[in-house]
T-cell receptor, first 111, second 115 residues
Framework: GQSLEQPSEVTAVEGAIVQINCTYQTSGFYGLSWYQQHDGGAPTFLSYNALDGLEETGRFSSFLSRSDSYGYLLLQELQMKDSASYFCAVRDRAGGFKTIFGAGTRLFVKA | DTEVTQTPKHLVMGMTNKKSLKCEQHMGHRAMYWYKQKAKKPPELMFVYSYEKLSINESVPSRFSPECPNSSLLNLHLHALQPEDSALYLC??????????????FGSGTRLTVV
């Protein structure tokens, strides 16, 4: 099976940088994704890492270390609109390709 | 068109009713998914369709019956549901179930209440 761990809540101030960590266990790791979900909204794809290293997309960056089964999402220049839940999700090829979500990290951005 | 459209947005049904949720995408994606999401919980995978064939059923009760009439449409037929099935049902699509890690595009969901 698969398991993912991420912090349940993170609070930061506007303009700051925040890092949301994710550790995972899976037998057929294929990649790690990050999704953002605002209350009442649908998950929105942010980034995907299949290989070790950093991927940057605007204010958001995502990092993966396959040897450590670890990744993180880095949000820079935080804005109030970044207050949302952030899910790491592992793509697993065991038993057919599927994407399994972590429990989510609720980010609160304060003024 | 870069959207996944789900209908209806809200649905209230009795435990003896039969209803269907619909999902449509016109991005040429060949993989489509149903997820269930309870409040303050992550999306939970139910079914995966790849090239219009059911490839994954995550041990979902038979009162949920998926159908993929063509590459753009995905239905979820509901029958004899229980109140605990009340949740947000999300449809998603991606270019390929087994290919490179393109992200999933999610629809806005159907909020289902079983009474």
């Amino acid at each position: 099976g698969q398991s993912l761990e991420q912090p349940s809540e993170v609070t930061a101030v506007e303009g700051a940088i925040v890092q949301i960590n994710c550790t995972y266990q899976t037998s057929g790791f294929y990649g790690l994704s990050w999704y953002q979900q605002h209350d009442g909204g649908a998950p929105t794809f942010l980034s995907y890492n299949a290989l070790d290293g950093l991927e940057e997309t605007g204010r958001f960056s995502s990092f993966l270390s396959r040897s450590d089964s670890y990744g993180y999402l880095l949000l820079q220049e935080l804005q109030m609109k970044d207050s949302a839940s952030y899910f790491c999700a592992v793509r697993d090829r065991a038993g057919g390709f599927k994407t399994i979500f972590g429990a989510g990290t609720r980010l609160f951005v304060k003024a | 068109d870069t959207e996944v459209t789900q209908t209806p947005k809200h649905l209230v049904m009795g435990m003896t009713n039969k209803k269907s949720l619909k999902c449509e995408q016109h991005m040429g994606h060949r993989a489509m998914y149903w997820y269930k999401q309870k409040a303050k919980k992550p999306p939970e995978l139910m079914f995966v369709y790849s090239y219009e064939k059911l490839s994954i059923n995550e041990s979902v009760p038979s009162r949920f019956s998926p159908e993929c009439p063509n590459s753009s449409l995905l239905n979820l037929h509901l029958h004899a549901l229980q109140p605990e099935d009340s949740a947000l049902y999300l449809c998603a699509s991606s270019q390929d179930a087994g290919g490179p890690g393109y992200g999933y595009t999610f629809g806005s969901g159907t909020r289902l209440t079983v009474v």
